[in-house]
């Protein structure tokens, strides 16, 4: 199985670093099954592979936003003061919310638009976990919705927000939480 190891330099909580890394063992075990299965049974797979991933990068977003809201006691977070006030005083703490926020102050740069569209796709994805979709989001029939495509483009999604964090929001050095995260793809 080809992996990836990228640092976790830029996790804030230990329990969120360990969760995330129980997440990734399991993710790892479903591509483990997904690799030797045939095509109908890869397909079984898709779903639960889809939305960890969602889980995972949620989960990214969510650690980010602590140590926004401790941005006080650590400055090495790198983000517009006006989103740092809009963190330390709203509440909310869902995917869709880091989104909005991320787009509306141009957080990923260039290519925060883009990002932030494929990001709100593999929410409503990750929304799916409830068979009956309520919300009718992407066709009814889950094998359509969960497809080797959007597998792909969770893949990706997952690799940029690493690669991101690491490069634009690691910890100061000797003050790191968690173990390098191993992604099986």
Known sequence: MKTTVIPGDFIGSFKTGDNIQR???TLRLFYSYYETESKENRSLLLKPIIISVAFIIEAILSDWRSRVRGHTREKSVKIPDSLISIFQ????????????????HNLFGNET?????????????????????????????????FNTDAKNEAEYLLK??????LLNHSRPKGSRFSGDFIIPF
């Open 160 to 165: 940029y927000i690493l690669n991101y964090m």
């Open 23 to 25: 997440n990734l063992e």
């Open 113 to 145: 638009k883009d990002f932030c569209h494929r990001l709100a796709n593999l929410k409503k994805l990750r929304n799916r976990v409830h068979i009956q979709n309520k919300e009718n989001h992407f066709p009814r029939d889950e094998e359509e919705a």
């Open 89 to 104: 005083e709203k509440p909310n703490d869902q995917f869709g919310f880091y989104i909005d926020q991320a787009k509306k």
